[in-house]
Structures are given as C-alpha cells and as structure tokens.
C-alpha cells in the first residue's frame, strides 16, 4: 500500500508520468481496492472522520487514463470513461432497475438501491436504502442502516483532495428531496425532515432551549431537524434567509427503528 500511495502522490505532481504504464496500474488498483470496500476515501477514527487525500487524487487522476467507452445495457447505451458497477449478486446488494452505480464505488452487501445514482469513490454501508431518484455524490460516505428517502442530493467532493467528503453516518434519516453538501456530516441517528438544505455556511440552530444554539458543518447525533429560515439584513433590507432547525432529540435506544418512528410522530416531521 506504501509503495501505491508514493506512485500516486508523485504522479500527481507530475501528470507527465501519467504516460507510465506503472503509474496507470497504480492508479487502477487503488481505484479497484476503493471498489471492493479495502480502501475508503474517508474512514471514522475514533469520533473524526480521516481523509485519505492520497486515495482521493488517484480517483481523480483516473479520468485522464481511461478511454471514452460506450456502454450497452439491453436498449440503452451510455457513453463514458467509468464502467458500470457489475456482481451484485455475488455481493449481495438489491439493485431494483434503473439503479446505476459506478465502479470505484463499494455498496456493502445488504443495500439496496432503488432506481438512483452512486458515483465513484462512494461508500454505501450494509442495510442502507438508496430510495428513488436519490443521488450520492462522488466519494461520499452512507453509513449502515440509513436511508436516504426519495430526490436526496448527496454532494459529492472530489477536489481540493483534503476536503472532507460529505459524510451521514449510522442509522441516520434522510427525508425526502434533502440536500447535503459541501462535507457536511450528519452525525449517527440523526433524523433530516423532507427538505432540509444542508451546505457549509448553512446555520443549523438548536431551538430547544431558552436561547438558540447555532452548528455549522455538522448535525448532532440523535437531532430531529426541519427547514426553516431567519431574518437577516441585507443593504436593500430585511430578508429571509434558509436554515435548518433542531426541535429535539431521537430517543437513545437499542431499536433505532422504533425510535424513528416515535421521533417522526412526536416531532411531526414530515418525510
């Protein structure tokens, strides 16, 4: 693994060496290793996530090696540098048609995938459901037992190479046509209503106490989040702006099902 991570960093800054054929095998088992799960763009250690930056720059510097291809399914051709993802079987994921992931993305067996989309350089955890027409980004990482309910944006980050992917953790609920991006990371049971738009700069205020708390970047753990807005002022005036608010806490407990369900009704979050 050492001598791979030293081909691909040196290749990086000097794409000349791209021509290797050495190089092109570097860059194509690290891509093959993110694909069978060895390797992930960012891991959990301890209560961080660590970004492999070396793993993601091979990723990106394997678009320049690959060829234009065209790609038959049954009637429908597609025309691209990265094959389809195959052995689903073998696997033990659920692909329902038109699910289209990418190779260079790991689904661990036990997901299921609806009819979306799942980019390179992708984790996907085992019990996860990849719900109608949701999309996750390049790199990204989708713990196990999430679900990422129907139209979820899940941004992908594949440059600058130290950014953080955008992360949702375990057992985590995404409601539907939510968006998060930019590396923000939805810590573990936290519970997204339909519509929350999720990037950097968004304010995410706790408004279960006697004063608000403001997060950015980051969902607790266990949150209960709907969309909301506030008021900010602008040279033209006062106007509102979108956020996302913290009305509660999921309950700890060992059944995270039956806590989301007590969680979506007591809250009324809608999904």
């Not at 996750?136 to 679900?147: D, F, L, N, T």
């Not at 913290?246 to 979050?269: C, F, M, W």
């Amino acid at each position: 693994m050492q001598k791979l991570q030293e081909i691909i960093l040196t290749a990086w800054e000097d794409r000349s060496l791209l021509q290797s054929m050495e190089t092109q095998q570097a860059i194509r088992e690290v891509v093959s290793l993110v694909d069978k799960g060895t390797l992930r763009v960012a891991e959990p250690v301890d209560d961080q996530w660590q970004v492999n930056e070396w793993v993601k720059k091979a990723i990106v510097l394997y678009f320049p090696i690959q060829q234009m291809a065209t790609i038959e399914v049954g009637p429908f051709e597609f025309h691209d540098k990265i094959p389809l993802k195959k052995n689903y079987a073998a696997q033990g994921v659920r692909v329902v048609p038109h699910a289209i992931a990418r190779y260079g993305c790991f689904i661990e067996k036990g997901a299921i995938l609806m009819p979306s989309y799942v980019n390179i350089g992708a984790w996907v955890g085992e019990g996860t459901m990849v719900d109608t027409w949701a999309t996750v980004g390049s790199c990204a990482q989708i713990g196990r037992h999430v679900h990422l309910s129907g139209g979820v944006g899940i941004g992908g980050v594949l440059e600058p190479p130290q950014a953080a992917p955008t992360i949702i953790e375990d057992h985590c609920f995404i409601g539907s046509r939510c968006i998060v991006v930019e590396g923000v990371r939805v810590r573990r049971e936290a519970v997204l209503g339909a519509n929350v738009v999720l990037t950097q700069s968004t304010h995410i205020i706790d408004v279960t106490g006697s004063s608000p708390l403001i997060y950015k970047g980051e969902v607790p753990e266990r949150a209960v989040v709907i969309p909301g807005s506030y008021t900010k002022a602008f040279p033209a005036g006062d106007y509102q702006v979108n956020c996302a608010l913290i009305i509660g806490q999921r309950k700890p407990a060992t059944d995270t099902k039956v806590s989301l369900n007590e969680a979506l009704r007591e809250y009324h979050v809608a999904v």
